[in-house]
């Protein structure tokens, strides 16, 4: 068995995975890169054709021109989210074609990539590295895949594909509208996605670049989101995406009770504390609380008559219409999530296109998280400690990605609002299962009973003095949990790793174990 | 001396110019790279401010951080043109803190910047890397700089870059607008210039990254022409540029009778040839002749009813006035050269911002100079074998840059409209002083007495048959000259190499010799 180290946040890591060797997470800025960024062979346009027309007559054929064989790291974006068609055509075709051991290195994997379980079953493919969302987790969970998955956050996929520690062979990347010279853009076409930031890297640094599309145009395609002179080859198809499922379902305002007074005492803190006011930044999800907690600071912008400089975003028809009535002056966007989102990035200037390198790279010189005044983040566990859990669930299942929530971890201020319980299993805990955000970044957690400050936050601790806000201990909230829902047993695992979580700067967080059902 | 060895093109090239190996030029398409790209230090957030304000008091205290010192290379852009402030303030600088032997790596030098030639002669600096326009390209030619000049057009300064040829230590660039984090964009601000491609390659690739501004607006600058996320320090002067010597003067229609039948005779010979039709691309320059070319273009489009698919410019109000009123589709821009220029692509969502990676890099997977339907460039002279020269006069000296030229060349036809003869000295030539664009891609020179096709081009020929055009041979058109203005004295030259032409892929395509004054 693979030798194990206890790092910073005092999980164990092994030494070595993926026959890789491993840095442990060192603590908060700590791990000191020294090298240089990878460097992709250089290409000449002798090798291109001088019209500029790359069309190669299918998938199967630009993955075969670009060298497809066994081992190989092949890349997808996951714009088009549960809409995806590309990715399972790509395994489709690697398997027919005999290919094994693949690596797929794609930036998130929904439910309709369940159709790759098979190949993982049968050695197409030997391991996913990036989020595992729903059934690939759970395959993942129990043991199925042969090696061990990678996750990342966006920008430490950025980052890792930028420092070398993944080489992409073959980086495909469906675009809604593209010319034959690659370059491609997502916010128009009849698969619509907004955006192709989480490509970004993909085309920057891959061996071989393949656009994919179903809507192709004359030179120049603008805009040129993703720049054909990073591709090798591009490729028609019937249709990349389905469009009724590219944008997210989760865009409608929370109905709860719960929630919605979470939402409100979010909102209120971040009021009373001084965040909110003339010029503020800030960042939420797309989940319904976070939307409503938008919704409680744009109320509060136009009640005072003042704006808010930008929010960060995942977009959708709330911040559009903040920004289309000047309650906002920018949209910094890495995903749009509904078709407002979409159609706003295509028409509006101020409603800016950003990418996993502008926004959450932390091996550039500074990114845009930090700069954010309040960030507004869900978790499935908290512990008394801060720290959080984001792809595990309580019963140590493997459910969920990163997505940006780590990079956003750096912003001014890290509110969690979670509920104190979940189908009657408490949020609040002693220890996370999977730690994914260490407790130092995150300030508060806001719940239905009282929000909680990280005592590191005496400033935040100061002003709600002044409040009459209902501030607790993180110890009490637990305990209230605990008082109506009982302790909760804790997941019992084998010795097997099935996952690791990696930290921003390329270390490793922790590990996800293989669930023991015995 | 430098043993020399005899390129492609049969020119005699040193076998090391400032230390380093030459590759001798090897044909069009010849030369494999075989490395990989440059590949910059990893950077982190944690050495960067959080709240991403990277000012600092002063250019000379960036300077200082950014760790100037001996032999190092520091780079500039040129979309100021004439009308730059910050090269000469950086080299004042050094010389007041008695750095010496620096390279100067600007993408262009104007006569605004011959106030360095003392720092030249005192050794603050070695060479000028990058074209000489005027008075720095003079001194050159009397061999007063210590180092050899090294030409390259805009591509090649790219893929200079990117292949890690030139490694630069320090960037400046200048932005008519930036924030505090050095997001910076050149199409707003007292000091607009359009945009800031020229220094992308620099932002990129270089070590230490300086934005200097004179209006500085909160974050984000929208948009980031130039990414924060490479930018290490931030600064603030009075003034970036002179406004009124920003915009070339060179953007009026020639009123000459011999250069507007020139003119003419270039758009019948591409109307004729079929090279105008729905949907065809073309890139002139801003000068009188190609001014007026692109006029009679526009007049044929408008009496046809049928658009171009897009400019390849430099623009001036001219391609903008096409642009807004939908005889163009798009305006594909590597330089604005007047203030509608400027507007428009602050505006104007069809006029898009290109910079060298995009258009002319030679070491990408394509670029769009060889989509290019027709180019129309200059030449101070042209050989009977169809070589041209554009950075020498037939006197020896050296006075002008490459720019795009080279990259130009790639187009689907390359024309050269040139008058016979200037100043009565016949342009077209037995051979070329300086060999910077080899025969084989110059597909048509344009007098006022004839034009000339390439015999290569078979194509072209056959469809003149039909026509009514003066079509002469190369031959005929010197001679025609020679017998007007005799044959030309050559130039002398000493064999000293003061100044290396670079080909598009980093080879070495000729030289420059000291000027022979006894």
């Not at 192709?196 to 920057?204: E, H, N």
């Amino acid at each position: 068995m693979v030798k194990e180290v206890r790092n910073a946040v005092g999980r164990y890591i092994p030494e070595e995975i993926n026959g890789k060797s491993v840095v442990p997470f060192q603590g908060v800025g700590k791990f000191r890169p020294t090298g240089r960024k990878f460097a992709p062979r250089i290409a000449t346009c002798a090798d291109y054709p001088n019209d500029g027309n790359k069309l190669v007559a299918s998938l199967k054929e630009a993955l075969v021109k670009a060298g497809l064989k066994d081992g190989m790291t092949i890349s997808t974006h996951h714009h088009f989210r549960n809409g995806d068609l590309i990715a399972n055509m790509v395994f489709d075709i690697a398997h027919d074609l005999g290919v094994r051991d693949l690596v797929w290195f794609p930036s998130a994997s929904f439910p309709c990539h369940a159709h790759l379980i098979s190949y993982l079953k049968d050695g197409t493919i030997n391991r996913i590295e990036g989020s595992m969302n729903g059934p690939l987790g759970r395959f993942a969970s129990e043991g199925g895949m042969k090696g061990v998955g990678v996750l990342r956050s966006h920008g430490g996929r950025y980052q890792a594909v930028q420092d070398g520690e993944v080489e992409i062979d073959i980086a495909i990347i469906a675009a809604p509208t593209a010319d034959a010279f690659g370059n491609a853009t997502g916010d128009r076409g009849p698969a619509a996605c907004g955006l192709l930031g989480f490509a970004l890297a993909d085309s920057q640094y891959a061996d071989k670049v393949i656009v994919v599309t179903d809507n192709l145009v004359p030179f120049p395609c603008i805009p040129w989101q993703i720049h054909g002179n990073y591709v090798d080859y591009t490729v028609v198809v019937d249709q990349v995406g389905i469009p009724e499922k590219i944008v997210s379902g989760t865009t409608q305002i929370t109905k709860s009770p719960d929630r919605l007074l979470i939402a409100e005492l979010t909102a209120r803190f971040c009021d009373e504390v001084g965040i909110v006011k003339d010029g503020f930044s800030y960042q939420a999800g797309a989940g319904g609380t976070a939307l409503s907690i938008g919704i409680y600071f744009e109320k509060i912008l136009r009640e005072r008559d003042i704006k808010a400089r930008f929010i960060r975003a995942g977009s959708n028809q709330y911040p559009v219409q903040m920004l289309e009535e000047g309650v906002v002056d920018y949209i910094l966007d890495g995903q749009t999530f509904d078709l407002e989102g979409v159609r706003s990035m295509r028409e509006n200037n101020n409603h800016v296109n950003t990418s996993p390198f502008t926004s959450y790279n932390y091996h550039g010189k500074g990114n845009f998280a930090s700069m954010v005044d309040v960030v507004i983040l869900g978790a499935t566990e908290v512990d008394v400690n801060f720290n959080a859990n984001v792809v595990t669930h309580s019963d140590g299942v493997l459910l969920h990605g990163i997505g940006g929530w780590q990079n956003c971890l750096f912003a001014k201020c890290t509110i969690l609002p979670v509920p104190l319980f979940r189908d009657r299993v408490p949020v609040i805990v002693d220890e996370v299962t999977t730690l994914c955000g260490p407790g130092e970044l995150i300030d508060v957690i806001v719940t239905e009973r009282g929000l909680a400050v990280n005592p590191s936050r005496t400033d935040l601790l100061e002003k709600l003095k002044e409040t009459d806000l209902p501030v607790r201990t993180i110890e009490e909230l637990k305990e209230e949990a605990e008082q109506i829902c009982g302790k909760p047993a804790k997941p019992t695992f084998t010795d097997d790793v099935i996952a690791a979580i990696k930290w921003v700067d390329g270390t490793v967080i922790d590990v996800v174990r293989k669930v023991d059902r015995r």
